[in-house]
């Protein structure tokens, strides 16, 4: 391993993409004729084929969650600091698999790719997939595999949401379920904030009704505002506080509409770079894919009902400053659990960094999730 | 009166306008040469002018505090609930004056209004005001009434920000303060969702860099949004579940990015009709007002040193689930006050309906802001 890199990094990984010709049929009920999905393998998959562990990912997240793609990468892959040797999803022991979600910018087949039928970018023709549809994408991209089992299913957030729908659409495939920072549905005000993001990017001149790639340009604007409203919502007030408060760029106010604000120009930075690295139709589709979510509706609105057939062990990890999905939202899920007589543990950790501090190594969090997971994997041997 | 009002309406009321000759300098540093006031009077000043009454207006607010001005109108002011004959704000025994604050839309001198040194719009050349140029100029209004001193001043959320600068500013010409719904200052989060608002608006191409009047158009999609984001922050999560839920428009979902849930439909609604009420650069301004805000900054950061010369008594009103300016925030207020030895009462309303409503005529919170106001009107005989 390159000398640069950390001993407990994965190291230079690479992505993969698998091609399906078995058309897939959606919940929109139209129907995925082929598709590809992207994907990073980090471990080794054992003789038994017992140590397979899924990770799901979040509305921005994509199949690069561990190690770097090359030496000249600045940043490693999303949750590096939860997958690598010696971490809490240990890579000596599992064999970790990363997926990028159907619908995804980063290489599955999604609004940016080309429509085989067409021959032009699927743009906003793309379907709008559900939670449910990427779970059965993934049941059979874990056939392809050979993988009759997940070891684990570990998310956070619409992850975790995954992680959810894993269990109740196959409750004999998976041995343990880990959903962090999660919820059973989204509320009214997710939903709403949802459809403000969505709004700015639909109303840029330049989304072009979604066809802004044919015609080489990219709504800029909307998906930036998207992208500095969804932070603001990830950030809890507390770590705002912490990380800005009301501290001044210039030392002073400038009576104009400039930055005044360190936490403006914050803001300001996090929505262009985005702009830089995701796709606006995908952050429309992954809205709507959130908003969608609600797997105990089709059990008369009994979460536990929904949950009854598993038989996967739980963890379920919340954060307190976490005011996306709270960690009252963590505990709907494991009422849910008790009542249908699972078997769950629910660790609520004490963390000011609101809901991005699922992405966060703190050490209660690590070692909590760690220990879990070290149990999983003595269960192995 | 008309048969169609209600008793307890101050009926048929309208908008006056008073031009102001003596030039304003601001905080900025530049200076209005000259400038007009709107606003309205209900109740009639007694003989020693010891009844009057200062409304303070928030972000979305402005002169039409109370009544209708037409037998057409469909609403009346927006804070009708709490002013009239018989109501908290009891206008048989109080005169109560409400102004639009400079750079509102409203008929008062402000972006969409015309610079009688170019004798073009305003537009985004109107000076950035802050809280301590609006209580400055609505010192000299009330000069021109010849009014004296304020019985009391009264406002929520910005308009409770004044009601502190009035305080500090003219610590002997208010006898009563009611502050409603405010915070001393901005929190980080606060500002960042101004940001987001104002980035819409300036983003928008018809914004035409706030010259969209010159131009004949308006900003509507970034105002839109604008409002979109406030009115989440203006509600509750609670509310927003008590009132949409997750409720779909056409019982079910659409898999498009037209509206599935009435969150959605009535978020869309709101903004749509406040884009043809309101006036985008008065948007931008206010919310640069609010961020601005921070009397303690020149009194080293000592709220209770801001607020020590002050003879006013204080009332602190404050709503349970607000979470735009928690009750936190108020107690913040409250706790400066005592600190600095001052006559405080507070209260916090246990309310579901987030920071809107301190313009809800919710009966706890009613009577108690109407016992305070008879004690008020008792003293003036």
Chains 1, 2 share one sequence.
């Not at 039928?117 to 743009?123: L, Q, R, Y």
């Not at 041995?175 to 904030?193: D, G």
Request: with cysteine.
């Amino acid at each position: 391993m390159p000398e640069t890199i950390e001993d407990d990094s994965v190291g230079i990984v690479e992505t993969q993409i698998i091609h399906f010709s078995e058309a897939l049929m959606l919940e929109c009920e139209k129907t995925l004729a082929e598709y590809d999905i992207a994907y990073e393998t980090y471990g080794e998959l054992n003789a038994d084929a017992s140590n397979a562990i899924l990770i799901c990912h979040a509305l921005s997240g994509d199949q690069h969650a561990a190690g770097y793609h090359s030496m000249d990468d600045k940043k490693p892959g999303w949750w590096d600091s939860a997958i690598g040797p010696g971490k809490a999803i240990d890579t000596n022991r599992f064999f970790v698999v990363s997926i990028n979600n159907l619908g995804g910018c980063k290489g599955s087949s999604g609004p940016n790719t080309i429509n085989p039928e067409t021959g032009a970018f699927w743009g906003p023709d793309f379907p709008i997939v559900t939670v449910k549809d990427w779970v059965k994408c993934q049941y059979r991209f874990m056939q392809s595999l050979n993988i009759e089992h997940w070891c684990a299913v570990i998310g956070g957030s619409l992850g975790g949401m995954q992680v959810l729908q894993w269990a109740i659409d196959y409750p004999d495939l998976i041995k343990h379920a880990v959903v962090i920072a999660a919820a059973p549905k989204l509320s009214a005000q997710n939903i709403a904030f949802n459809e403000v993001a969505r709004q700015s990017i639909m109303s840029d001149p330049d989304f072009c009704d979604g066809h802004y790639l044919a015609k080489e340009t990219v709504p800029r604007r909307g998906l930036m505002l998207a992208r500095m409203l969804g932070h603001i919502t990830y950030l809890s007030d507390d770590a705002m506080r912490d990380k800005f408060g009301r501290e001044l760029r210039e030392g002073k106010l400038n009576f104009g509409f400039d930055v005044d604000f360190q936490v403006e120009s914050y803001l300001r930075y996090q929505g262009r770079s985005f702009v830089d690295r995701f796709d606006a139709n995908t952050y429309l589709l992954m809205t709507k894919t959130l908003d969608y979510f609600d797997p105990a509706s089709e059990y008369g609105d009994e979460l536990a009902q929904a949950l009854n057939k598993t038989n996967a062990q739980f963890l379920v990890i919340s954060f307190t400053s976490d005011w996306r999905f709270a960690p009252e939202r963590s505990r709907e899920i494991t009422r849910a659990l008790l009542e249908a007589e699972k078997r769950v543990s629910h660790i609520e950790i004490d963390a000011n960094q609101g809901h991005d501090a699922f992405l966060i190594p703190i050490p209660h969090y690590m070692n909590v999730f760690g220990s879990y997971m070290k149990n999983v994997a003595e269960d192995l041997s």
